[in-house]
């Protein structure tokens, strides 16, 4: 029996539902109930599919990175209606419809319709985080075949993909850098942000960070934000090096920590910034920057203008300021001052000794600076100052004065020398008032005329340097201090001097005048100079307290505002070059000491600033220190916000200069003949003279080779070329005898190069400056003449010393030595060749003394030529080499006689007394002094036994009175010499011993008791008689030690 089938479907009635959905319970008995009916009926309902299979219209899914389920709610599940039938009611399988879905869902109970999405590959959160699609149910339709199967509505289904956290927090930069004024607390510092790759808030928030350097002032906050916790000091730490870690939320540290720099700059100070306080300069090396990377620190402040003021300090230097330091009459010179200027103050010297007495500043290099401390005063000599007070006069003077009494204080005053106690003109300091008196001469009229000019001066009592200038043209006198002018204020008048006969006397530093009782107090004190006279007691009053120097007067001609300015115009001082000053102002006082700059721009103001340079233009500059100061003034928009710029004080060190060494040399002793000295030309005293300066510098040099690298030190010479202002000529021993002798130079020579000459008994000084080559060409015509030259036996020593700079560098002492050659008698000139004894004459030579560096021949100018010099020493040569050969032959055969005895043998060498030769050499060659006394020579009239060179004649040089003795034997057969060695040995051996003796004649009569000079007698007269010697030609007086054998 087949089994009951279902009715078809369309028999079957669902029952109508008034909802669409039913609750669980109602669906499971629904369930139920068709699946009996099933059994009852299953082929019918087999044969029936009319119901959809239904899902929800919405489903949520969770689904995670590292899974592939999805989690779905409601969960999928497909109801049909046609359950329980077979196929009919079975849900075979879900659709999902979109493009790329990497999902699909998959069936998991046909029966009940349950399902599962899951997806297909590796999903990543950070790439899509959620996805949107639709999704079909479908049944298993009429049969296995699924033919006829039905399909569900659309149900949309939202998937989100839950994120892991696999990713660790990343900082954004790779280091952080801020910067923190010191002494301040920031809210915020600087902030650090790091991010993290994770999908979600919970894993990609980044949570905290953290410092992780141990023990700074700083903390961090959540968000990244650092802080000080304390002041920081610039001084304790200038910069921090933090390293700040990140975690985010799921407590995942970054990876790499951060380093986080954090500097401290100082508290803001406007100023200058970026100088030195010391700057060194080289002298010679032209200008030098001193502010090269100098610049305004205004701490953001808006400004605008600024002003500064560079000073450069110099007072301490010289007169003021670094400047030539030459005699003030030779700088008067050089500026192109007329002639005829009378120095009161003039250095020193043998000529010029009146300041000889004055105390005198040594602390600057040769600068010839007086002081008077109100006990001193010099009077000028008469006829130093000729002053014709009718003609226009200038009086120069360097002055230092501090705040002086009620006293007057005279610098210059001309007042009567005896009698009265008339001023005639002064220039005096009085309460720190310059004061002139000026008293006319007697005239005609006898009206009042100003007298006195009155100048009010800070400078007068400033104690400091200062250059006066006062120009005197009757009415009219003007001052010139540091050459700026000034007209008195007030002028007194006076009644002209009353006509008197009575001399004047000039004084500096007090005045000559008669004793009134109420002078200064310290007359006691002062070792004043004290004269009676019909008129009284005069002496010296009114004594000047300061220092002095270049105190000048001329006559006849004013100074002109050009030379004025010269001489105060200083070596050294600032100077600012710049191309574009657009928009500044400079400014600059006389003595290039004091700069001011202002302007509005801090770009322009500071690169003028930049090109401030110091310059010295001596070749020789006063070492030592320059202060240097900056005084700055800034206006700003808000006149009570402005800010104050600090002083800038620092100093400029100009290095010592290399020293020069002025060297003079050339002939220092020759003798010329009496007419040259007694000539109207006489004779020259340097006619070759040479003037050099040379330096001596330290070069460093590195070493050569692969070894370590190391600096040797070398000296180097290098010559150089510079000016010299005096030169003096010393006479040594006795001085001149006018009468007879003088030192000239060529005046108009002089004069034409603007040099003076003051000559005495003593020598002559050159003043002037001039280069070395000028000086050395007029040293070459400086003339000795001496009108008895032939009777006095002339000997005279001068002695040569020049200078630069007012006596700074000094030359070596160059002495010359000058004599006369006296004429010599005729000489009888010995034949060269051998001659007979009984021929042999002496002969007589005359010396003249010229030991010295420097021989020279009668006539001027000329030494003894190279050719004769040559010739010289080939004679020696030939002569010395004469010697040594007949000393070896004579003790060659000494020896072979000495040897012959000792053994006895026969063939002993016999002397032949009879074939003795004497030949005498009178050295008719050229021989210098040394070889001459070697020789034996000596000249006949040295009578205290002094060495004497030989006489230098016609280029031939004589040694007199030497004769050599040469001993040869005579050389006979030996049958002979047998003969008379039998015959006469004994007389033979007697005869050798007195020949031997002969040679050393000297030294054998030492040897004996006897006087030598008796002995030498002896032997001479004994080799008489034997008539081989003339007895004259050794005689005792000629004898000289002879050579050694």
């Not at 419809?97 to 069936?107: E, K, L, M, Y």
């Not at 790779?174 to 650090?192: C, F, P, Q, R």
């Not at 700059?597 to 010295?616: C, P, V």
Request: proline share 6%.
């Amino acid at each position: 029996m087949l089994p009951q089938q279902p009715p078809p479907p369309e028999s079957r009635q669902p029952q109508q539902r008034s909802h669409r959905r039913s609750p669980p319970a109602a669906s499971s008995w629904l369930v139920t109930a068709t699946a009996l009916l099933g059994l009852c009926g299953g082929g019918w309902a087999a044969r029936v599919n009319k119901h959809k299979p239904w899902i929800e219209t919405t489903y949520h899914g969770i689904v995670t990175e590292n899974d592939n389920t999805v989690l779905l709610d409601p969960p999928l599940i497909a109801l049909d209606k046609d359950a329980p039938l077979h196929y009919a009611g079975e849900i075979c399988g879900f659709k999902i419809h979109g493009q790329n879905v990497p999902f699909d869902a998959v069936v998991v109970d046909k029966s009940t319709g349950e399902g599962i999405i899951r997806s297909k590959e590796k999903l990543d959160c950070e790439l899509q985080k959620d996805y949107t699609f639709t999704i079909q149910a479908y049944d298993c339709g009429k049969g296995p075949d699924g033919a006829n199967s039905k399909k569900s509505h659309k149900a949309t289904v939202h998937i989100q993909v839950n994120d892991v956290n696999e990713y660790a927090p990343i900082f954004k930069e790779k280091s952080y850098k801020a910067t923190v004024i010191e002494g301040k607390k920031y809210d915020n510092i600087l902030k650090v942000e790091a991010v993290d790759a994770d999908c979600s808030p919970q894993f990609s928030q980044i949570c905290s960070y953290e410092i992780v350097t141990p023990d700074v002032p700083f903390i961090i906050d959540k968000d990244g934000y650092i802080k000080n916790t304390e002041k920081l000091s610039y001084g304790k730490e200038s910069q921090y090096k933090l390293t700040v870690t990140a975690y985010d939320c799921g407590k995942k540290r970054a990876t790499e920590d951060v380093l986080v720099k954090i500097s401290i700059k100082p508290t803001c100070k406007p100023g200058w910034q970026g100088w030195n306080k010391r700057i060194e300069y080289e002298p010679g090396t032209g200008s030098l920057a001193l502010f090269p990377n100098i610049h305004l620190e205004t701490c953001d402040e808006p400004i605008t203008s600024i002003q500064a003021t560079v000073e450069l300090e110099t007072s301490h230097i010289g007169k003021g300021c670094d400047r030539d330091t030459y005699s003030e009459k030779s700088l008067h010179r050089l500026c192109g001052a007329s002639s005829g200027t009378a120095e009161l103050l003039p250095p020193p010297s043998s000529t010029l000794n009146w300041t000889v007495g004055l105390p005198t500043d040594n602390g600057h290099d040769s600068d010839q600076v007086f002081e008077f401390n109100g006990t001193q005063a010099v009077k000028i000599p008469e006829g130093v100052v000729t002053v014709n007070l009718k003609e226009p006069f200038m009086i120069s003077v360097w002055m230092r004065h501090g705040p002086g009494g009620r006293d007057k204080e005279t610098i210059l005053c001309n007042s009567d020398k005896t009698d009265m106690n008339r001023h005639h003109y002064s220039l005096y300091v009085h309460n720190c008032r310059l004061v002139f008196l000026f008293r006319q001469d007697p005239s005609e009229e006898k009206n009042y005329k100003p007298a006195e000019f009155h100048w009010k001066l800070n400078q007068v009592c400033d104690k400091e340097w200062h250059h006066y200038v006062l120009n005197v043209e009757f009415p009219s006198v003007t001052l010139y201090v540091d050459g700026v002018s000034y007209d008195p204020f007030p002028v007194t008048e006076d009644y002209p001097l009353h006509p008197s006969k009575i001399e004047t006397q000039l004084v500096v530093g007090a005045c000559w005048q008669e004793y009134s009782g109420n002078e200064n107090d310290n007359e006691t004190e002062a070792e004043a100079v004290t004269v009676t006279s019909a008129g009284g007691e005069l002496h010296m009053a009114q004594f000047f307290r300061g220092n002095l120097a270049g105190l000048m007067i001329r006559s006849g001609k004013l100074e002109n505002k050009k030379v004025i300015d010269c001489l105060y115009t200083c070596k050294e001082g600032l100077d600012l070059q710049v191309t574009d000053s657009k928009g500044m102002k400079v400014q600059a006082n006389p003595s290039q000491s004091v700069l001011t700059l202002e302007g509005d721009d801090i770009e322009q103001f500071e690169k003028a600033m930049q090109h401030i340079s110091y310059l010295n233009s001596r070749q020789f500059p006063t070492p030592g220190i320059r202060r240097l100061q900056i005084t700055s003034t800034i206006k700003c928009f808000s006149e009570d916000a402005c800010m104050s710029v600090p002083l800038v004080d620092g100093y400029v060190m100009v290095l010592q200069p290399e020293e020069p060494k002025i060297s003079l040399s050339g002939i220092n002793h020759f003798a010329r003949a009496a007419s040259e000295f007694e000539s109207a030309e006489g004779v020259s005293l340097f006619p070759e003279l040479r003037i050099i300066s040379t330096i001596t510098r330290e070069v460093e040099q590195d070493a050569d080779g692969d070894e370590e690298p190391t600096v040797q030190e070398s000296l180097v010479s290098e010559e150089i070329m510079h000016n010299l202002d005096t030169c003096e000529i010393t006479v040594l021993g006795q001085e001149l005898n006018q009468d007879e002798e003088s030192l000239e130079v060529d005046t108009a020579r002089l004069q034409q190069k603007g040099i003076e000459m003051s000559s005495s008994s003593v020598g002559v000084i050159i003043t002037g400056v001039d280069t070395m080559a000028s000086y050395e060409e007029l040293l070459h015509l400086v003339r000795y003449r001496n009108w008895h030259a032939s009777a006095s036996g002339l000997d005279r020593k001068f002695k040569l010393v020049c200078s630069e700079l007012n006596g700074r560098y000094v030359s070596n002492e160059f002495k010359v030595e000058v004599s006369v050659i006296h004429t010599a008698n005729p000489v009888e000139h010995a034949n060269h060749m051998a001659a007979q004894p009984q021929f042999v004459h002496p002969v007589h030579h005359s010396f003249v003394d010229l030991s010295g560096h420097n021989l020279a021949n009668p006539h001027p100018f000329s030494v003894v030529p190279s050719t004769a010099t040559v010739v010289i020493v080939v004679c020696v040569s030939f002569l010395v080499f004469m010697i040594i050969l007949g000393v070896f032959r004579i003790r060659a055969a000494h020896q072979r006689t000495m040897r012959d005895q000792d053994s006895g043998k026969e063939n002993e060498m016999d002397w032949d007394d009879s074939a003795l030769t004497i030949t005498v050499n009178p050295m008719e060659v050229g021989l210098g002094p040394a070889a001459c006394w070697a020789a034996g020579g000596v000249d006949s009239s040295d009578k205290k036994g002094d060495s004497l060179g030989p006489e230098l004649e016609a280029g031939v040089c004589r040694c007199p009175a030497v004769a050599f003795l040469f001993v040869r034997p005579m050389r006979t057969n030996t049958a002979v010499k047998r003969k008379r060695r039998r015959r006469k040995k004994r007389k033979v051996r007697m005869g050798r011993k007195k020949m031997i003796s002969l040679v050393p004649s000297l030294k054998a009569a030492r040897r004996k008791k006897g006087s030598p000079r008796k002995t030498a007698s002896r032997e001479s007269t004994a080799a008489a008689r034997m008539g081989r010697l003339d007895p004259q030609l050794l005689s005792p007086s000629l004898l000289r030690p002879p050579l050694r054998l």
